[in-house]
């Protein structure tokens, strides 16, 4: 749904890369090694495009893209402030906006804040918010400055999601800002 924000505001898309991107921004968390083993979520993912009639040189991309996007992994690679990011040739764009959509649901506190509870039952709800505290000023508020979100309109969207971010972490609060449904106006 970010990711089609995002799109809208981008010129020149065509609908080949509408699709790529939407479908990438989708499917990424079930590819994610933090959840499931990767080959065989590549392996049902290829399965499931098949069906839907995508070319295979789509397929690989697509799973090349979801298998890549990952902050922890980039984030290891970054060298004197520089992040290496993966080339993706005619896909870097489609790679750009599933990975930026990807971090902005990054800005929900209460996602976190469940996370870690489902990681550390045992664990007291104040040191579920200290953790959350700790893991939004280290890293969800240092996106922007950093450079991982960097499509303007993505980051006044970020800009927005702090502040609403800041506000949850202060009070405790576990509410869910939902993104609106932007209408399509292609
Ligand atoms: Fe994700």
Not at 22 to 37: E, G, N, R, V
Not at 59 to 86: C, F, H, W
Not at 134 to 153: K, N
Request: with cysteine; glycine share 2%; proline share 5%.
């Amino acid at each position: 749904m970010r990711a089609n924000e995002i799109l809208l505001t981008l010129s020149e898309v065509t609908e080949e890369e509408r699709r790529m991107t939407l479908y990438a921004a989708a499917i990424h968390d079930t590819c994610d090694s933090k959840y499931t083993p990767v080959n065989e979520a590549a392996k049902e993912i290829g399965y499931f495009l098949r069906s839907e009639f995508w070319p295979p040189e789509h397929i690989d991309a697509l799973i090349n893209i979801v298998t890549s996007m990952s902050y922890s992994k980039l984030k290891k690679s970054v060298s004197s402030g520089q992040i290496e990011y993966p080339n993706h040739g005619k896909w870097q764009r489609a790679y750009h906006v599933a990975r930026h959509a990807d971090l902005l649901e990054g800005y929900v506190v209460a996602r976190c804040v469940m996370y870690n509870i489902h990681l550390y039952p045992e664990k007291s709800m104040d040191e579920h918010w200290q953790r959350a505290t700790e893991l939004f000023s280290e890293r969800v508020f240092t996106y922007c400055s950093e450079g991982w979100i960097f499509f303007p309109y993505a980051i006044e969207l970020a800009m927005s999601l702090e502040e609403e971010a800041r506000r949850c972490l202060q009070e405790k609060s576990m509410d869910w800002p939902e993104p609106l449904i932007p209408e399509n106006k292609n």
